[in-house]
């Protein structure tokens, strides 16, 4: 059984294109998170979606940034008009339906730099 | 709401030396508690997890943490420290099965040969 996987690992951007990330969750896996981690810093929760729904994006810039996690494929992390500021590494955990324990299964991760 | 604070943003321990690392919680309902570790430029891999089972919790590479619920601390040990070690620790939360995970800033192992 394959692990999280994202994509692509390192990504570099100009200030004012757009990134986007993706993840595609563990097999059998329906929920999805979102983290990012600053230089020097824990990781921040930005958004929790499940298949077609956002459950919770409470930690999520106002401005900018979006998620998706549609029916089929992966769920995408999208990030407009990127600044310096958003440079860190994204990491997307899944966790299986049904009663769980709680424990996330975390991708590697991607590194995001702006230039 | 829940939140997690981690004593000591690094921590240096001789090799063969007990590596304690400190965290406490803040949770308004029975908490899940996690410690992810991270090496270098990787993801995060979970050592262990408490959920309201045994208060004593064994983990991965010889790792364990005690939930003591009158301190709200989830302190993690490991009697012998291995130059493998050294990576950054981190303390979470979460308040159910399914909601977001809190994490601690991470306190930075060194193990001195």
């Known amino acids: 059984n394959a692990g999280v996987m994202q994509n692509p690992r390192h990504l570099v951007r100009r200030r004012g294109q757009e990134a986007r990330l993706r993840c595609s969750p563990m097999?059998?896996?329906?929920?999805v998170y979102w983290y990012r981690q600053l230089p020097e810093e824990g990781l921040k929760f930005m958004v929790y979606?499940?298949?077609?729904?956002?459950?919770?994006e409470s930690g999520m810039p106002k401005e900018r940034f979006s998620a998706e996690f549609p029916k089929e494929g992966p769920s995408i992390l999208r990030i407009q008009q990127v600044v310096r500021g958003d440079s860190a590494a994204y990491f997307c955990?899944?966790?299986?339906?049904?009663?769980?324990?709680?424990?996330?299964?975390f991708g590697p991760g991607t590194r995001l730099t702006v230039t | 709401a829940q939140s997690v604070t981690q004593l000591g943003s690094h921590v240096s321990v001789s090799e063969g030396a007990l590596v304690l690392l400190r965290c406490n919680y803040s949770?308004?309902?029975?908490?899940?508690l996690f410690w992810y570790v991270q090496y270098p430029n990787q993801g995060l891999q979970l050592l262990l997890k408490?959920?309201?089972?045994?208060?004593l919790v064994k983990g991965i590479n010889g790792f364990e943490a005690e939930f003591k619920k009158s301190e709200t601390s989830f302190h993690l040990t490991k009697p012998s420290a291995h130059m493998s070690d050294a990576a950054e620790y981190f303390c979470?939360?979460?308040?159910?099965?399914?909601?977001?995970?809190?994490f601690g800033p991470g306190t930075s192992l060194s193990v001195i040969p």
């Open positions: 955990a899944s966790s299986p339906p049904g009663p769980g324990t709680g424990e996330q299964y």
């Open positions: 097999k059998g896996h329906s929920h």
């Open positions: 979606l499940q298949k077609e729904n956002i459950i919770d």
């Open positions: 949770s308004s309902v029975p908490p899940y």
């Open positions: 408490y959920t309201s089972a045994a208060t």
């Open positions: 979470a939360v979460s308040g159910t099965s399914y909601d977001k995970v809190i």
